[in-house]
């Protein structure tokens, strides 16, 4: 406990400030919880789908709202949490289930128990471990024997309501990209007819204008890979394969590259270019983006499709790709499954909605939007996560302090 300790705060150990209790369950009704890495303690059919605890829970362990459980097999990875999700339930008798005490606030100990200096701590007591790393184990006289840096209480809480205040902020952009998505899935269901009904959903008004044709014939080419990836070298020419075609939209990670003799013997049947359409056949199939302007061949199971733009845009072949109708036809020709394929001739001959331009142009105007919105949401996302780690290091660690704003907290 040789560490360097911010002025004001205690280094302590982790046993001053917890008790370990062992309640068992008598009442034999109450629900079975497990701990979780990503988020603490939830319901143990959330976990698995199905309850695993054994019908007789008598020596199982109660544990009530605001209560702490850890599994000595899984810490090192972070597997700890307070319950929230209900009044009471039972954890497995494996389980170490303790309370605070002294003068550790839960908001602060909450956030200390989910840092990267936590997890280093408890990797240095655990002990144990096969040649894959499992089996190592975290005994409560270890976990008790961690090292902790405790600011007064009028700080812990004030560090508490900074992290809080980013947390409600990463919440609201999470419901603004959930809310985005569900306008975006319902647009893509609703507003393209389904080939199977479509004289049904003409005579209303609904679609006029509108036809149904297969894509071999709103394509000016429709071209399949070599049935195999070409060999991977350091640099070159990228291949994409694909992982690298994801939710409608190109992932440069994990692109990887092949020589200029594979190139061109994998681009012989045609060389895909920017607005063409890239489409994966399997694993999974029916992934869909428009094709990024850069010089590269296709891996196994990748297709690319060049529109006849005199008849559909790059965009809303995209979004017809991915639109409700479309997606059914695509799961009943690969056998009624998710994991199945499409054979090439599947996808020449998948039927596709095709609107009137002006019609184009508005759907594929909103859908853009949408798009652009949920990438320019899902960046600040992924920024207020990165925001959120480096204060949580930073403070409460006391690297960085917050003494400036500590009246409002400790009024």
Not at 1 to 26: H, I, T
Not at 362 to 367: C, G, K, Q, V
Not at 390 to 405: E, I, N, Q
Request: charged share 25%; net charge neutral.
């Amino acid at each position: 406990m040789s560490r360097e300790v911010p002025e004001g705060w205690q280094l302590e150990k982790l046993g001053s400030f917890v008790e370990e209790f062992k309640v068992l369950d008598s009442a034999g009704d109450l629900p079975p919880l497990s701990v979780t890495k990503s988020s603490g303690i939830v319901f143990q059919s959330d976990k698995f789908n199905k309850r695993i605890a054994n019908t007789s829970s008598s020596k199982y362990k109660v544990i009530r709202r605001g209560e702490y459980s850890y599994d000595p097999m899984s810490l090192y990875y972070g597997a700890i949490g307070r319950l929230s999700v209900c009044d009471v339930g039972i954890v497995s008798p494996a389980y170490i289930t303790f309370r605070l005490k002294g003068i550790i606030e839960r908001c602060f100990f909450d956030l200390y128990i989910k840092t990267t200096e936590f997890l280093v701590e408890v990797n240095k007591v655990t002990t144990g471990g096969n040649q894959d790393g499992k089996r190592k184990k975290t005994d409560w006289n270890s976990f008790c024997s961690l090292p902790i840096s405790l600011p007064p209480v009028h700080e812990q809480r004030r560090i508490a309501e900074i992290l809080s205040s980013v947390d409600e902020t990463i919440a609201a952009t999470r419901a603004v990209i959930e809310q985005t998505r569900r306008v975006r899935s319902e647009i893509l269901s609703t507003s393209f007819p389904d080939h199977r009904a479509f004289e049904w959903s003409t005579a209303d008004d609904t679609f006029e204008g509108w036809s149904i044709e297969p894509a071999s014939s709103i394509c000016e080419s429709i071209i399949d890979c070599k049935n195999r990836t070409p060999p991977v070298t350091e640099n070159g020419y990228p291949v994409v394969r694909t992982p690298n075609v994801r939710n409608g939209r190109f992932r440069y990670d994990g692109l990887q590259f092949t020589d200029k003799q594979s190139f061109q013997e994998w681009t012989a049947r045609g060389v895909p270019g920017a607005g063409d359409i890239l489409f994966t056949r399997e694993a999974p199939y029916g992934e869909v983006c428009i094709a990024p302007a850069m010089e590269f061949c296709l891996g196994q199971r990748m297709m690319f499709m060049r529109p006849d733009t005199s008849r559909v845009s790059s965009d809303f072949l995209l979004y017809a790709l991915q639109s409700g109708p479309v997606k059914q036809e695509m799961f009943r020709r690969a056998g009624g499954s998710t994991v199945g394929h499409l054979r090439v001739g599947d996808v020449r001959e998948l039927p596709i909605p095709v609107a009137p331009k002006e019609a184009q142009l508005r759907l594929t105007s909103t859908l853009r939007s949408l798009d652009e919105a949920l990438d320019s949401n899902e960046k600040t996302l992924s920024r207020l996560g990165d925001c959120k780690s480096a204060l949580m290091s930073d403070l409460l660690t006391g690297r960085k302090r917050v003494t400036d704003y500590l009246p409002m907290a400790a009024e």
